[in-house]
């Protein structure tokens, strides 16, 4: 690629639009641009950073075992309304009608279509397993799309599917796509945990996200510093070691807090550790209003709810809701004397003699005993883990990193299978159901993501594997024929060795050209120009550290290979190029 020639409109400054790193960069180094809210163009440079993602994850699938395949974006509203996602999957489903007043959507996910073909092809258990997977465009009608390839409406994903004719062959194929995502995000030059995860509206047994670790992520992670156990905050689990209160304490009385609405200011005006509060907090689960009590100093996981009650939505009640239920305005809901289910987090059994909500305006009581006073419908782990909570698996400490989900791979089981009757027979002769897997990567997102984990003041550093180009060749004197005819033939030697190269090639200042370099972040920068060319020499950049160095011209063919070998290896991609060099040598 010749910078005159291609093209890369790069801005000095961030636009007003850009919230995060990765949408400034991305930007700025002219690699996409918004055509709507959600929507964006894929510039050269950003074009060549997203197919060399799909590259190692095809590489990867196919490795795998899993086949590649096509399915359309335009899908039947038809298959959405068997297994009844039509009406749950809720307002990001983009729903539109054809001339003949038939029902579509833009796919957001295609476990419908994917069982709908393979129901019509597989007949007999000698046909499975049976797994495939795509890299397509899809759809999600976000409330508010934001972040650039962050959270778009229109985005690159690769989903695959499998289908196994029993428990352990669907536990086989997890385990085969657990691993081929390990591969592919250690080959991506990224830092990340697979995490334990909520399935959330793709429903079945279990899931992992596998989490790229920055500061700028959306989700946080629950990760243990001794062993393994990483999970979303929505999924970690909180174990209560405690035995339940055998003690009691002085019969409640009412007492009046004027305006004490928080936990704090309960406290506060109470003289009391917010730990000895009680939050009643309520829900409209399933349209039935439930209520859920949790430490002052704790906050309720919906999602434990939901999982708890198997429900398909969870919702905080509204204040008319919560003034009609307690009879109060919001801050003084209680426990006592509550008509609706109550659930109550685990740690609440190991104490007595808490403050609670009224269920009057300005009032609370005093000396509540929940054994005594409440009726408990079930104790259950009902909030999210904090730092002081111990490993669920071995006790050690947890720490709560930030983390940008670019991938997630579920256990289905049956979910659309029996919706859908997609189903074999066995040996026997005998109908059973195939057993699903299905498994996501982000592929626009996983460029946003090596952004936020990779920049500096300068731009972007990208992990070479993901790099639009791996090496920049700047010429500094293009307008002096001995540089340029060096230039040309250096570009000549690394095109030729498989090394995607950017020869900037511009009438513009070396200041210009140094900038450009960093903002758009080629792992290796290499310099020539007049003053080196006189003394034999070309200069070397490391883009990650910033190290730069000497190579001699007449030895490039040797000297050359062997730094570039030195940045891939402190990146640890080493080894896993498809760039190859004669015998260590440039090829001429």
Known sequence: MRFSSTYI???????????????????????????????????????????????????????????????????????????GRWEYYGKELLRFKDRNDRDYCLGPTHEEVITDLVRGEVRSYR????????????????????????????????????????????????????????????????????????????????????????????????????????????????VWNGTPCTETCAPYEKVATPAAHTVEEVSAMLKVAPSQVVKTMLFVVDGKTVAVLVRGDREVNDIKLKNLLNATTVELAPAAVVEKVTAAPLGFAGPVGLDVPIYADLELQGATDYV?????????????????????????????????????????????????????????????????HA?????????????????????????????????????????PTVAPVECILLNLDPGKEEVRAKAEEIYAMLCKAGVTVLLDDREERPGVKFKDADLIGAPMQLVLGGKGLSRGVLECKDRRTGEKGELPVDALETALPQWMEGVRKAWGTLGIYTTHFNDGKLAA
């Open 9 to 83: 409109p790069t801005l000095k400054e961030s636009p007003s639009e850009a919230e995060v790193v990765s949408h400034k960069l991305l930007l700025r180094a002219g690699m996409v641009r918004k055509l709507t809210s959600g929507v964006y163009i894929y510039l050269p440079l950003g074009l060549k950073a997203l197919e060399n993602v799909q590259r190692v994850v095809r590489e990867e699938m196919d490795a795998a075992g899993f086949s590649e395949l096509l399915m359309p974006m335009v899908i039947p509203g038809d298959l959405w309304k068997e297994t």
């Open 127 to 238: 046909q499975l397993p049976v797994r495939l997977y795509q890299i397509q465009t899809k759809f999600r009608d976000e409330i508010r799309p934001r972040f650039g390839l962050m959270r778009g409406r229109e985005f690159v994903m690769k989903d695959a599917y499998s289908f196994d004719s029993s428990d352990a062959g669907a536990d086989e194929s997890y385990k085969l796509m657990y691993d081929a995502y390990c591969r592919i995000f250690k080959r991506l030059g990224l830092r990340f945990r697979a995490v334990e995860a909520d399935t959330g509206s793709i429903g079945g047994n279990f899931s992992h996200e596998f989490m790229v670790l920055a500061d700028t992520g959306e989700d946080t992670i629950a990760a243990c510093t001794e062993c393994s156990y990483a999970a979303n905050v929505e999924r970690a689990e909180v």
């Open 356 to 420: 609670v909500g009224a269920n009057a305006a300005d009032a609370h009581l005093v000396h509540v005993d929940l054994r005594r006073d409440v009726k408990v419908t079930a104790y259950a782990d009902l909030r999210c883990i904090t730092l002081s909570d111990p490993c669920p698996r071995c006790g050690g400490a947890i720490e709560l990193p930030k983390g940008i989900e670019v991938g997630h791979i579920f256990k289905l089981g049956t979910k659309y299978s029996d919706a859908m």
């Open 423 to 463: 189903v074999y027979l066995d040996e026997n002769g005998k109908e059973n159901v195939m057993i699903m897997g299905c498994y996501g990567i982000g592929i626009s997102r996983v460029v946003a993501s090596a952004i936020e984990q990779n920049h500096d003041e300068h731009g972007i550093i990208f992990p």
